[in-house]
């Protein structure tokens, strides 16, 4: 099985920041990677598809970049919505396999 | 409006059985690869399995295979998950989401999961 590894774990920030989390796979998936936004009691929200598409209705300030086994998630300027539980997933291989996630709280 | 709308989930003793339900909405089922994601108590997202469009295709994570069964009726907009020989481990709230749009039915690198149900809960206890 691809393992994914997210750092950091947790990640305090303020609004306005700009935020940069980074998953990696224990093998190359080449960019069929995903990230989700999980806030509490909700259920995940697609963000990123294939390392840098961004989904419809998603602002402009998240983006992903990466290939490989290296990508990131960026959020240009952390706004008060964003503070939540960020997943990386990757869909190269099955079983497909998620990120241990990263808690992006306020600071 | 896309809704997927999960229901079937309880408390059920160990070694028993579940069936989960997902009942879709806005979307053509029979165009879009459907997945389970469970999602521990306090954890992370675990996928647990997915059927292709045309129903012939089916995935499982180690953990549940040989217990869970995958299945689907694009005519009744439906996905369903038969839940066997459950195990305390698989408590968790239970997630139907749908893959990438599939055109034709023809599924090329969707496994992204870009709708999601709102969860059912599952707990195995005694």
């Known amino acids: 099985d691809i393992q994914m590894t997210q750092s950091p774990s947790t990640l305090s920030a303020s609004v306005g920041d700009r935020v940069i989390i980074t998953c990696r796979a224990s093998q190359s998936i080449s960019g069929w990677l995903a990230w989700y936004q999980q806030k509490p009691r909700r259920a995940p929200k697609l963000l990123i598809y294939?390392?840098?598409t961004l989904e419809s209705g998603v602002p402009s300030r998240f983006s992903g970049s990466g290939s490989g086994t290296e990508f990131t998630l960026t959020i240009s300027s952390l706004q008060p919505g964003d503070f939540a539980k960020y997943y990386c997933q990757q869909y190269n291989s099955y079983p497909w396999t998620f990120g241990q996630g990263t808690e992006v709280e306020i600071k | 409006d896309v809704q997927l709308v999960e229901s079937g989930g309880g408390l059920v003793q160990p070694g028993g059985s579940l069936r989960l339900s997902c009942v879709v909405s806005?979307?053509?089922?029979?165009?879009?690869?459907m997945n389970w994601v469970r999602q521990a108590p306090g954890k992370g997202l675990e996928w647990v399995s997915n059927i292709s469009t045309s129903e012939t295709i089916t995935h499982y994570v180690d953990s549940v295979k040989g217990r869970f069964t995958i299945s689907r009726d694009n005519a009744k907009n439906s996905l369903y998950l038969q839940m066997n020989s459950l195990r305390v481990e698989d408590t968790a709230v239970y997630y139907c989401a749908s893959g990438g749009h599939c055109p034709n039915g023809v599924c090329q690198h969707t496994g992204y999961l870009q709708h999601w149900g709102q969860g059912t809960l599952v707990t195995v206890s005694s």
């Open positions: 806005g979307f053509t089922l029979s165009n879009y690869e």
């Open positions: 294939k390392a840098s």
